[in-house]
């Protein structure tokens, strides 16, 4: 990015931001992660609860398990994948800010600033955040077809 002088009104502007954007980052780090976590967890427990319940069975069919099993498995690795994909976008995101924090302190310390590309950071994140949507559909959408190969040997029952 370009670099720009402070004028006083402006480092008395980044003097009262520079706090809140650390503030900011940190919530947003911890909110990052936990939705990380929930996210997981819930995969993980959708595909590999099931999982687990069937291979313990005598109700289902071996045929049945034969579809379930693997559909269920790649589900539980999907899952795991959608944990690995959150982590990177959020370290991404956490370094950016990082670097709009350091570029503010450093202003405030020399007098000149580095304007950040917002619109090219923003597009970068917004790229990566549409896979773990694409991948936690595809680990529900094994978990479907996992439960729709047992279904039937359940309600026989």
Not at 56 to 77: M, N
């Amino acid at each position: 990015g370009a670099w720009a002088e402070l004028d006083d009104e402006m480092r008395d502007a980044l003097t009262r931001f520079h706090p809140f954007v650390e503030s900011m980052t940190n919530k947003i780090m911890d909110e990052a992660a936990q939705a990380s976590r929930w996210l997981l967890a819930s995969l993980l427990a959708v595909n590999g609860g099931p999982l687990v319940a069937a291979l313990s069975s005598v109700k289902i069919a071996a045929t049945a398990l034969q579809v379930a099993g693997p559909s269920w498995l790649v589900g539980v690795v999907l899952a795991l994948l959608v944990g690995v994909i959150n982590l990177r976008i959020g370290t991404c995101g956490m370094r950016m800010m990082g670097d709009y924090v350091g570029k503010i302190g450093a202003a405030l310390s020399t007098g000149w600033i580095q304007m950040p590309d917002w619109e090219r950071d923003v597009a970068n994140l917004d790229r990566r955040r549409k896979w773990p949507w694409i991948v936690g559909i595809l680990s529900a959408t094994a978990f479907v077809v996992g439960a729709a190969a047992v279904g039937p040997h359940l309600l026989r029952a």
